[in-house]
Every structure is written in structure tokens, then in C-alpha cells.
T-cell receptor
């Protein structure tokens, strides 16, 4: 069975600081991996996805993630946090449906 | 806008009442998914359709829950005899079968509060 684990339910950074949100996956087949963002009382918006092409994936809003098979990781990063990045972030793995992690709430302080 | 549309956005109901939610997927998408999200948790898979066929149901989908997609277009999710534990955000997503592993588009969700 495929699954993802997000390490850290809350992450706090200062505006302008590096954002690092951690995701590890478990999969018996080559995985397709995703990061979604959710703002309060909203649906999920796709940030980026890995589908077995380039291991470094660039997404919207300056986010990127690197697929590391040896570490079974797909961590999300952004060099410089902005106040508008404050939201809930979900890592997911795809089979015939998306399986989500429990989420990481990102807080950005001025 | 041709995105996934969910109605209503919010629903407050009394315990024991029945509720029904609607999801209109992106028009050319033949797969439709329902998820439930409780506070502080990630979305949990409930069920999905390919066209009008319901291909998989999670064990989370108790007998009080039923989903339909009668003509392979919009879908409804009904909860009978609601309980307080049913309070959650219900999310719908759609994708094209040939790209179902690589993309899914979500609606804004229906937030259910059972009082």
C-alpha cells in the first residue's frame, strides 16, 4: 500500500526565511507525488507534482520539491517565505486515487 | 469558470436529519472522487466513480452514506440520519481517466456542521 508521512504538523518561519516542509513516502511502485495547498475554508490547490520526469520539480508561488528515491522523500521548499504563504500544506501519493498526509500548517511571522 | 463546483458551500443541520451535497466535475472528466476532511486532518478518500460506475468505496463510507453519479456527469453524496461526527468538509475532485494518476482538480468543498 502507498502512503505519505508529513513530519511536523506545524512549522513557523519568519517572513523572508527558508520554508522546508517534509514529506516521506512509502510505495512499492514508482510513485507519483504531489503537494497541495489549502487556505481556510477553501478546497485544495495543486502546487506541484512529480511524475517520474525531472527529480527537481518547480511549482507555483516559488515553491519547489525534490524527489529523492534513496531517502524516499519529497520535501517542499521555498527560499523566502511570504506572509501569503501561511496555509495548510498536504503531501499526497497517487494510485488510482490520491492518498494524503495529515498536513503541515505553515505560519509566517513578520 | 469550468472548474469543479460544489453546492452548497455550507450546510448546518440538526442531528438525525438527512443532507445531500452536489458536485459538478469538469465537463470532460470521467472520474469523480469524494473525500472527507475533518479539522486538522488530511482529506480521507470516501469513494470514486468512473462515468456512472462506482468503482471503489472506503470502509469510512458507512451505510448511512450513499453516493450516486447517475448519468456520469454530476454526483450527489447523501448522508442519512446525520451524527455530530459527520461534521467535516466534504471535498469533490475530478480527473480524466487517462490522467487520473497525474492530476486531480478539487472543488471548494461543502462544510457540514451537525448540531
Amino acid at each position: 500500500a502507498q502512503s505519505v508521512t508529513q513530519l511536523g504538523s506545524h512549522v513557523s518561519v519568519s517572513e523572508g526565511a527558508l520554508v522546508l516542509l517534509r514529506c516521506n513516502y512509502s510505495s512499492s511502485v514508482p510513485p507519483y507525488l504531489f503537494w497541495y495547498v489549502q487556505y481556510p475554508n477553501q478546497g485544495l490547490q495543486l502546487l506541484l507534482k512529480y511524475t517520474s520526469a525531472a527529480t527537481l520539480v518547480k511549482g507555483i508561488n516559488g515553491f519547489e520539491a525534490e524527489f529523492k528515491k534513496s531517502e524516499t522523500s519529497f520535501h517542499l521548499t521555498k527560499p523566502s517565505a511570504h506572509m501569503s504563504d501561511a496555509a495548510e500544506y498536504f503531501c499526497a501519493v497517487s494510485t488510482d486515487k490520491l492518498i494524503f498526509g495529515t498536513g503541515t500548517r505553515l505560519q509566517v511571522f513578520p | 469558470d469550468t472548474g469543479v463546483s460544489q453546492n452548497p458551500r455550507h450546510k448546518i443541520t440538526k442531528r438525525g436529519q438527512n443532507v445531500t451535497f452536489r458536485c459538478d466535475p469538469i465537463s470532460e472528466h470521467n472520474r469523480l472522487y469524494w473525500y472527507r476532511q475533518t479539522l486538522g486532518q488530511g482529506p480521507e478518500f470516501l469513494t470514486y466513480f468512473q462515468n456512472e460506475a462506482q468503482l471503489e468505496k472506503s470502509r469510512l463510507l458507512s451505510d448511512r452514506f450513499s453516493a450516486e453519479r447517475p448519468k456520469g456527469s454530476f454526483s450527489t453524496l447523501e448522508i442519512q440520519r446525520t451524527e455530530q461526527g459527520d461534521s467535516a468538509m466534504y471535498l469533490c475532485a475530478s480527473s480524466h481517466r487517462d490522467r487520473s494518476r497525474t492530476e486531480a482538480f478539487f472543488g471548494q468543498g461543502t462544510r457540514l456542521t451537525v448540531v
